[in-house]
Nanobody, 116 residues
Framework: QVQVLESGGGLVQPGGSLRLSCAAS????????MQWYRQAPGAQRDLVAT???????NVADAVKDRFSISMDNAQNTGYLQMNNLKPQDTAVYYC??????????WGQGTQVTVSA
């Protein structure tokens, strides 16, 4: 089964930037797409961004002016670049990897906290 590991979260001041990484691994791994979700305390898990292998990315309207998504196909790693972070961006950020063989898997999440 595909293994998914997010990293790059942490505590950042408002206006700061973070780059989250999503590293996928597994036997016969064939990534079709990666997605980033976030879930704040007491809230639902919302889609933030999606990127297809060899395709363009799509970012949710709420953050599309500040966030961008990319993927390094050779390294099976996706990235979420987050700029001008705001307190309302505070959440656990999850990566979901869509794999041709297994269907996909979630990572464990990485905490992003935006606070002065």
């Amino acid at each position: 089964q595909v293994q998914v590991l997010e990293s790059g979260g942490g505590l950042v001041q408002p206006g700061g930037s973070l780059r989250l990484s999503c590293a996928a691994s597994g036997r016969a791994l064939s990534i079709l797409a990666m997605q980033w979700y976030r879930q704040a305390p007491g809230a639902q898990r919302d889609l933030v961004a999606t990127i297809s292998r060899g395709g363009s990315g799509n970012v949710a309207d709420a953050v599309k002016d500040r966030f961008s998504i990319s993927m390094d196909n050779a390294q099976n790693t996706g990235y979420l670049q987050m700029n001008n972070l705001k307190p309302q961006d505070t959440a656990v950020y999850y990566c979901y990897v869509h794999d041709r063989a297994t269907g996909g898997a979630w990572g464990q999440g990485t905490q992003v906290t935006v606070s002065a």
